[in-house]
C-alpha cells in the first residue's frame, strides 16, 4: 500500500482544564527524521511522544508542533527580578561616577530594559497528569495525518500502475521491430561487405557467420524478459503493506539500466525512438517515487 511522504494532520483534544493542540506536517526526506516541538515543562515526554510517532512513520522529515491552551487562570511561567545582575549593573555605574567622573543616572524602567535583568520561571507542572492528554491528542492528529497520506498515496498508485501499463505497451512494440531490426542491420551489414569487396567473390559461409554473430549480439530478448520482470515486481509491491519508496527506487534504477541495453544492442532509429518514451515515463516515475515512504 504506497503512503505518502507528503502530508498534514491536526487534532484538537479536551483533557481536564486545558484544550491540548497537535499539527503535523511532513516533507520528502532519505531516512526518518522526526522535529518535535513541546511546551518546555514537558520535555520528559519527548521520548516517549517520538516512539509514538515512530511507529506509526517510517520514513520522512516530520515535524510535530504541540500546544496547551488553558483557561486563562494559569500564567505559563513566573517573573523573576535576577538580584545578583542587578547589583553588578548597579557596581559597574558605581565605578564610572568614582574613576570617570561620569554620573550616570539610572531608573528602574531603564534597568528593567537590560537583557536578563528579568528572568521567566517556568512553573511547576504535574507532568503525568497531562500525560495521557499529549499521548491521546498525538495519536488524533496521526490519524488525520494518515488520512491525508494514504489519499495522496491512492493517487501515486494510481499514476504508477498506469506507467507501468504504459511502458509494457512500449516493451511489447520493440519485442515486435526485434526481428525486423536485426534483419536489417544484417541486410545493411551485407551491402557494406559487397561494397568493400566489389567484383570479388562473397563467401557466403562467411558471410552467414558474420550474420549470425551479429544477430547475437543485437538479440535483446534477455533484457525484454527481465523488464518484464521488474515491472511485475514492481506491480506487486504496490499492494504491500510496509515502506515501499527505497525497494521501488532500487526497482526502477533496474527497469532503466535493461531499457539503457535495449537501446544500445537493438541500434535501429524506431526502437531508439520507442526507448525515448520510454525513459520518459521512468523519469515521470522517478520523480514520484521520491514522494513515497
Given at each position: 500500500m504506497v503512503k505518502s511522504m507528503t502530508a498534514y494532520g491536526r487534532a484538537e483534544h479536551n483533557f481536564e482544564d486545558v484544550v491540548l493542540l497537535a499539527e503535523i506536517r511532513s516533507v520528502n526526506h532519505r531516512y526518518r527524521?522526526?522535529?518535535?516541538?513541546?511546551?518546555?515543562?514537558?520535555?520528559?515526554?519527548?521520548?516517549?511522544?517520538?516512539?509514538?510517532?515512530?511507529?506509526?512513520?517510517r520514513r520522512g522529515r516530520?515535524?510535530?508542533?504541540?500546544?496547551?491552551?488553558?483557561?486563562?487562570?494559569?500564567?505559563?511561567?513566573?517573573?523573576?527580578?535576577?538580584?545578583?545582575?542587578?547589583?553588578?549593573?548597579?557596581?559597574?555605574?558605581?565605578?564610572?561616577n568614582e574613576e570617570f567622573g561620569i554620573d550616570v543616572r539610572i531608573s528602574g524602567e531603564l534597568l528593567c530594559q537590560f537583557k536578563d535583568i528579568i528572568v521567566a520561571k517556568p512553573e511547576t507542572v504535574d507532568i503525568e497528569k497531562l500525560k495521557p492528554g499529549?499521548?491521546?491528542?498525538?495519536r488524533k492528529?496521526?490519524?488525520?495525518?494518515?488520512?491525508?497520506?494514504?489519499?495522496?498515496?491512492?493517487?501515486?498508485?494510481?499514476?504508477?500502475?498506469e506507467?507501468?501499463?504504459?511502458i509494457r505497451t512500449y516493451a511489447a512494440e520493440i519485442e515486435e521491430r526485434a526481428p525486423e531490426a536485426v534483419d536489417r542491420r544484417a541486410a545493411k551489414l551485407k551491402e557494406r561487405i559487397v561494397s568493400m569487396v566489389g567484383d570479388l567473390s562473397v563467401d557466403d559461409a562467411r558471410l552467414a557467420q558474420e550474420v549470425a554473430i551479429l544477430a547475437e549480439k543485437a538479440d535483446i530478448t534477455e533484457e525484454l524478459v527481465r523488464l518484464k520482470s521488474h515491472c511485475n515486481q514492481f506491480e506487486e509491491f504496490l499492494s504491500k503493506d510496509d515502506a515501499l519508496g527505497r525497494r521501488l527506487d532500487f526497482l526502477l534504477q533496474e527497469i532503466n539500466r535493461e531499457v539503457n541495453t535495449l537501446s544500445v544492442k537493438a541500434s535501429d532509429a524506431s526502437i531508439s525512438s520507442t526507448v525515448v518514451e520510454m525513459?520518459?515515463?521512468?523519469?515521470?516515475?522517478?520523480?514520484?517515487?521520491?514522494?513515497?515512504?
Amino acid at each position: 500500500m504506497v503512503k505518502s511522504m507528503t502530508a498534514y494532520g491536526r487534532a484538537e483534544h479536551n483533557f481536564e482544564d486545558v484544550v491540548l493542540l497537535a499539527e503535523i506536517r511532513s516533507v520528502n526526506h532519505r531516512y526518518r527524521d522526526i522535529i518535535l516541538r513541546i511546551p518546555r515543562n514537558y520535555q520528559p515526554l519527548e521520548d516517549e511522544l517520538k516512539r509514538l510517532i515512530a511507529d506509526r512513520v517510517r520514513r520522512g522529515r516530520i515535524e510535530v508542533s504541540l500546544q496547551i491552551e488553558g483557561n486563562g487562570d494559569v500564567s505559563p511561567s513566573e517573573l523573576q527580578l535576577n538580584g545578583p545582575l542587578v547589583k553588578s549593573y548597579l557596581k559597574i555605574f558605581k565605578q564610572l561616577n568614582e574613576e570617570f567622573g561620569i554620573d550616570v543616572r539610572i531608573s528602574g524602567e531603564l534597568l528593567c530594559q537590560f537583557k536578563d535583568i528579568i528572568v521567566a520561571k517556568p512553573e511547576t507542572v504535574d507532568i503525568e497528569k497531562l500525560k495521557p492528554g499529549f499521548l491521546e491528542v498525538l495519536r488524533k492528529a496521526l490519524d488525520s495525518y494518515d488520512f491525508m497520506r494514504f489519499r495522496e498515496g491512492e493517487a501515486l498508485e494510481a499514476d504508477f500502475r498506469e506507467r507501468l501499463r504504459t511502458i509494457r505497451t512500449y516493451a511489447a512494440e520493440i519485442e515486435e521491430r526485434a526481428p525486423e531490426a536485426v534483419d536489417r542491420r544484417a541486410a545493411k551489414l551485407k551491402e557494406r561487405i559487397v561494397s568493400m569487396v566489389g567484383d570479388l567473390s562473397v563467401d557466403d559461409a562467411r558471410l552467414a557467420q558474420e550474420v549470425a554473430i551479429l544477430a547475437e549480439k543485437a538479440d535483446i530478448t534477455e533484457e525484454l524478459v527481465r523488464l518484464k520482470s521488474h515491472c511485475n515486481q514492481f506491480e506487486e509491491f504496490l499492494s504491500k503493506d510496509d515502506a515501499l519508496g527505497r525497494r521501488l527506487d532500487f526497482l526502477l534504477q533496474e527497469i532503466n539500466r535493461e531499457v539503457n541495453t535495449l537501446s544500445v544492442k537493438a541500434s535501429d532509429a524506431s526502437i531508439s525512438s520507442t526507448v525515448v518514451e520510454m525513459k520518459a515515463e521512468l523519469e515521470k516515475l522517478r520523480e514520484q517515487i521520491q514522494n513515497v515512504e
